[in-house]
Nanobody, 120 residues
Framework: QLQASGGGLVQAGESLNLSCAAS????????MAWYRQAPGKERELIAD???????TYEDSVKGRFTISRDDAKKEVYLQMDSLKSEDTGTYYC????????????????WGQGTLVTVSS
């Protein structure tokens, strides 16, 4: 189970830091990611980070958002700076988790979403 937190209402230009933590025992976590679903739009991938720490970003957030992870805590973070009104939406975390070494494959788990509202 994933629990996301950190959303809220901010003004344009301000910052927020989202976090998402996995509960329960896991064997390993492959990639961790953040998705955004703006009102009336489909969910889109905005940032992800591999187990080795390689991060990639959607073009609109490059240079403003930073994804990081703490494997000991089973957490991922999204530092969002210079927020814009178009960043408004519900942010979802997703982990690719290998729950048990005996499993034949990993599974994707989703957080419940945290709402970010940026007023202009």
């Amino acid at each position: 189970q994933l629990q996301a937190s950190g959303g809220g209402l901010v003004q344009a230009g301000e910052s927020l830091n989202l976090s998402c933590a996995a509960s329960g025992s896991v064997f390993s976590i492959n990639f961790m990611a953040w998705y955004r679903q703006a009102p009336g739009k489909e969910r889109e991938l905005i940032a992800d980070i591999t187990r080795r720490g390689l991060a990639t970003y959607e073009d609109s957030v490059k240079g403003r958002f930073t994804i990081s992870r703490d494997d000991a805590k089973k957490e991922v973070y999204l530092q969002m700076d210079s927020l814009k009104s178009e960043d408004t939406g519900t942010y979802y975390c997703a982990f690719d988790i290998w729950v048990d070494p005996a499993d034949s494959s990993s599974q994707i788990f989703w957080g419940q979403g945290t709402l970010v509202t940026v007023s202009s």
